[in-house]
Nanobody
Framework: QVQLEESGGGLMQAGGSLRLSCAASRRTFATYAMGWFRQAPGKEREFVAGISSRGGSTYYGDSVKGRFTISRDNAKNTVYLQMNSLKFEDTAVYYC????????????WGQGTQVTVSS
């Protein structure tokens, strides 16, 4: 099992940038694919970005393509989400998630961090 903890959320004006971090507790971090999801009040959870275990492949939801970048530093057991050109519609709780490379399901989730974008 891997423990996840997000940080870096906060309040930002539209057009600004934030970087979220997700720290994992295990040295076997490199065996997990990672993802970011978000959920706004009254809305369904939405896929934001994903990255393969060694960072060779990345995937993005349509609403964030060209604005957000996911990356990872396996030496630091950390995955990042760089968010640029923020919009009011990006306001949500952002969750870090992990899945083993031999699994099709995200099995582990962080507690979430709030991102609020003011217009």
């Amino acid at each position: 099992q891997v423990q996840l903890e997000e940080s870096g959320g906060g309040l930002m004006q539209a057009g600004g940038s934030l970087r979220l971090s997700c720290a994992a507790s295990r040295r076997t971090f490199a065996t997990y694919a990672m993802g970011w999801f978000r959920q706004a009040p009254g809305k369904e959870r939405e896929f934001v970005a994903g990255i393969s275990s060694r960072g060779g492949s990345t995937y993005y939801g349509d609403s964030v393509k060209g604005r957000f970048t996911i990356s990872r530093d396996n030496a630091k057991n950390t995955v990042y989400l760089q968010m640029n050109s923020l919009k009011f519609e990006d306001t949500a709780v952002y969750y870090c998630a992990a899945r083993r490379v031999d699994s099709q399901e995200y099995n582990y989730w962080g507690q979430g961090t709030q991102v609020t974008v003011s217009s």
